[in-house]
T-cell receptor
């Protein structure tokens, strides 16, 4: 595997379900990001981790819970989501915080 | 807040040139990025400008005017594979990127 990978690529869940999105980067980077991309809207930054420490929590509802166990892996734990949370969730990484970001292919999430 | 504007859609013919404009009003400025995103795929980095002027990279060029809060991405010799969404993003501080909504470019034969 190369670059930034995300699993699953597609996820359909009910509002009472609990699921997790996984991101893995194979680039030796130290910073990782979660973004939300809704149709026809700009990418919204959700969370930022640098050296496994969270440095940004961009007013995201608590039903989204990030976890960064090491510099290569980033998770987004989901519980009691709403239909308006349906979107493409993109993970990105960068060498350090102010470098170019490399994106994963995203997880297309549908909340029923 | 941050305000980044770019056209929603553009259409051009194969072999032609298309210019995608981006205007921004942000609380700070520490560089402007252009990304390409094909449907269902990851955004991929195209260009970065932090100083005024033109940066050329093959068929793609990007221009920045900081005093005008303006950038454009120029795509030359358009190919069918250039049909994609093009995202303008401004780094307004140490690392935070603020994105425009993207411009969908359709290349027709």
């Amino acid at each position: 595997e190369t670059g930034v990978t995300q699993t699953p690529r597609h996820l359909v869940m009910g509002m009472t379900n609990k699921k997790s999105l996984k991101c893995e980067q194979h680039l030796g980077h130290n910073a990782m990001y979660w973004y939300k991309q809704s149709a026809k809207k700009p990418l919204e930054l959700m969370f930022v981790y640098s050296l496994e420490e969270r440095v940004e929590n961009n007013s995201v509802p608590s039903r989204f819970s990030p976890e960064c166990p090491n510099s290569s892996h980033l998770f987004l734990h989901l519980h009691t989501l709403q239909p308006e949370d349906s979107a493409l969730y993109l993970c990105a990484s960068s060498q350090v915080l102010d470098n170019e970001q490399f994106f994963g292919p995203g997880t297309r999430l549908t909340v029923l | 807040g941050q305000n980044i504007d770019q056209p929603t859609e553009m259409t051009a013919t194969e072999g032609a040139i298309v210019q995608i404009n981006c205007t921004y009003q942000t609380s700070g400025f520490n560089g402007l990025f252009w990304y390409q995103q094909h449907a269902g795929e990851a955004p991929t980095f195209l260009s970065y400008n932090v100083l005024d002027g033109l940066e050329e990279k093959g068929r793609f060029s990007s221009f920045l005017s900081r005093s005008k809060g303006y950038s454009y991405l120029l795509l030359k010799e358009l190919q069918m594979k250039d049909s994609a969404s093009y995202l303008c993003a401004v780094r307004d501080g140490d690392y935070k990127l603020s994105f425009g909504a993207g411009t969908t470019v359709t290349v027709r034969a």
